[in-house]
């Protein structure tokens, strides 16, 4: 038991099956885990140019979410619900926009200058670039 767990943890997350995307307008190639967890915690809220990020999630009961948030940011999502959550009640910080499924995901990327999400590990659409997360 204690092996398979060990196995699970030290799993490297680019085997996950999902991939990071931003707006092709977004000046980046990769992010660090770290950079990466800041921007979905709604710490990092500027790109290094200067530029508004904009978080793009699915909803919390999307299998795709809860596998993005304990995999790619290693948080359970209720742990980012109540980080966002206490943004957005003290008045600091607001919430990620809630894409309603998959192909509205892809629709606000596309069309939202300065955004990231996440998508099922294949090849961006137009608009769209995926990046490289360094761990």
């Not at 978080?55 to 290693?74: C, G, K, M, T, Y």
Request: hydrophobic share 40%.
């Amino acid at each position: 038991m204690k092996s398979w767990l060990l196995l699970c943890l030290l799993t490297p997350c680019w085997l996950s099956a999902a991939s990071v995307v931003v707006n092709t307008s977004v000046p980046l190639d990769a992010l660090t885990q770290p950079q990466l967890r800041g921007i979905f915690t709604m710490r990092q809220t500027q790109w290094p140019d200067g530029s508004p990020i904009t978080v793009v999630i699915l909803p919390a009961s999307n299998e795709l979410h809860q596998r993005f948030s304990r995999e790619q940011l290693r948080l359970f999502p209720y742990q980012l619900n109540n980080i966002w959550d206490k943004l957005s009640f003290s008045g600091i910080g607001n919430r990620p926009v809630v894409a309603e499924d998959f192909d509205a995901m892809l629709r606000i990327l596309s069309n939202t200058p300065g955004s990231i999400g996440y998508i099922e590990q294949q090849s961006p659409d137009a608009g769209l670039k995926e990046l490289r997360i360094d761990y």
